[in-house]
């Protein structure tokens, strides 16, 4: 035996510098789980119904084409059917856009911080990412981003509104900044939140896009439509960055129990949409709670609220834990806390008056 074969497979190194992807912590049975912004709600009984009348075919491969659930997108969006590229999950299209767009020596520009995976599917693809940090009102640094572009620049994440923070770009600053990038980079308009979306100012990324060929618009069935564990999301690009998407996807990546279920739950959007009704409401309900105990809160248009707690951040998050609630704390920086069902963000209320008067 050699002695490079006893050292095992040569890794590219490249491997070394990324970052594991860290999921929310799971919680303990009597513990409430705020840590990724999962939909608190069980599936809908039509919904749950049609993963079990599927359920019983697994040992068959899935619709490679995602057939169904594609036609039903494309005329819920008033989209071309060639327009819509699914993925397990959001964040595996997500995968595919940066594999299909940069190499070794590009560059993926992303504010930060933002959605965790940006800077790991950036460098899996052995491309550079470049975080342009977030403004102190948590804003997307726009202008600083464009100054970020070089030759190198093949894709740009714009998170709206932004994972850890909440916080969304309004239409006039996103349509100037789509404007001012070069028609030869993929500007992907991550709308993981859209459906919590209340402030009218937040534009459609899906209106961005219908005139911009190089605007992609990232959506997923993991947040406001409850699917998270069935793993579905989908890209709305021109082409040819939609059939680029379908050569980088890993095959039959989308289930069958995963592409019915999306189906069924667009079918039942309107009892969806009246949980995220609920949701919303508590989000207002929580925000003023802590704005009311002294804490600064910006605007969340999603289903989280941020507080930036710097180098008291996992204090705060252990303070949580020790009152039921698992929280996700960035170290130094703040923690992200999911918007819950009411007890849970009762005792997440109750555990950030308790820290604050300890202050
Ligand atoms: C901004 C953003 N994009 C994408 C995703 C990925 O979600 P999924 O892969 O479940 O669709 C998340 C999940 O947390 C997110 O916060």
Redesign the pocket.
Known sequence: MSGTAAQGPRLRPSLDGIPTYKPGKPAGADAFKLS??ENPYEPLPGVLDAVVATAGSFNRYPDMAVTELTAELAQHFGVPAEHIATGP????V?QSLVLSTAGPGDEVIFAWR??E?YPIITQIAGATPVPVPLTAAEEHDLDAMLAAITPRTRLIFV?NPN?PTGVAIHGPELERFLDAVPGDILVVV?E??REFIRDERVPDGVELYRDRPNVCV?R????AYGL?GL?V?FAIAHEPVATALRKTAIPFGVSQLAQDAAVASLRAEDALLVRVEALVAERTRVAAALAAQGWTVVDSQANFVWLRLGERTMDFAAACAAAGVIVRPFAGEGARVTIGEVAGNDLFLAAAEAFRKEL
């Open positions: 990724s912004n999950g959001s964040v595996g997500a933002s959605f995976a998170c994972n991550d993981a939140y990232l997923t069935f993991s947040k998270a793993r999301g």
